[in-house]
T-cell receptor, first 115, second 111 residues
Framework: AQSVTQPDIHITVSEGASLELRCNYS??????LFWYVQSPGQGLQLLLK??????LVQGIKGFEAEFKRSQSSFNLRKPSVHWSDAAEYFC?????????????FGRGTSLIVHP | GAGVSQSPSNKVTEKGKDVELRCDPI?????LYWYRQSLGQGLEFLIY????????KSGLPSDRFSAERTGGSVSTLTIQRTQQEDSAVYLC?????????FGPGTRLTVT
């Protein structure tokens, strides 16, 4: 069965500092990988995705992520965090086996940004 | 274009009552998902519709939960005899090509 681990429940950074959010996955083949952001009271918005090809993926809002097969990781990075980046971040892996495409989500990492 | 919409945005109900939550997916999206998000938790998969295929109900937590999708578009999630542990945000997502688009969710509070 596929699974996703986001080891950090909360991350606190200062505005302007760099950011890395960790995501480890378990999947039997080359996965589809996603990062989503959820602001309070909102749904999830896709930041970036990896399906195949270049392992460094650029997304919206200045985010990037790198797929490392050897480490089963897909960490999210941003060189300089803005106060508006404070939100909940979710990593997801898909597809599932058995014919149903059902991504599995991690439990999320809450990003707190200090001025 | 229009995104995924959900209604109501908030629902407060008494324990034991039935509730219906609605999802309007993006036009043309063949896949539709329901998830549940409890406070401080990740997304819990509930049910998945893909085209005209039989839905994947493997995530429904009990037989009090059911969902239907009419005409391959609008979906309704029904919770019968609500319990306090059903309090959560219910998220709907639609997809065409393995990329999910989420609605804003319905916050359900069972008192």
């Amino acid at each position: 069965a596929q699974s996703v681990t986001q080891p950090d429940i909360h991350i606190t950074v200062s505005e302007g500092a760099s950011l890395e959010l960790r995501c480890n996955y378990s999947y039997g083949a080359t996965p589809y990988l996603f990062w989503y952001v959820q602001s309070p009271g909102q749904g999830l918005q896709l930041l970036l995705k990896y399906f195949s090809g270049d392992t460094l993926v650029q997304g919206i809002k200045g985010f990037e992520a790198e797929f490392k097969r050897s480490q089963s990781s897909f960490n999210l990075r941003k060189p300089s965090v803005h106060w508006s980046d404070a939100a909940e971040y979710f990593c997801a892996v898909g597809p599932a086996s058995g014919g149903s495409y059902i991504p599995t989500f991690g439990r999320g990492t809450s990003l707190i940004v200090h001025p | 274009g229009a995104g995924v919409s959900q209604s109501p945005s908030n629902k407060v109900t008494e324990k034991g009552k039935d509730v219906e939550l609605r999802c309007d997916p993006i036009s043309g999206h063949t896949a539709l998902y329901w998830y549940r998000q409890s406070l401080g938790q990740g997304l819990e998969f509930l049910i998945y519709f893909q085209g005209n295929s039989a839905p994947d109900k493997s995530g429904l937590p009990s037989d009090r939960f059911s969902a239907e999708r009419t005409g391959g578009s609008v979906s309704t999630l029904t919770i019968q005899r609500t319990q306090q542990e059903d309090s959560a945000v219910y998220l709907c997502a639609s997809s065409l090509d393995n990329e999910q688009y989420f609605g804003p969710g319905t916050r359900l509070t069972v008192t």
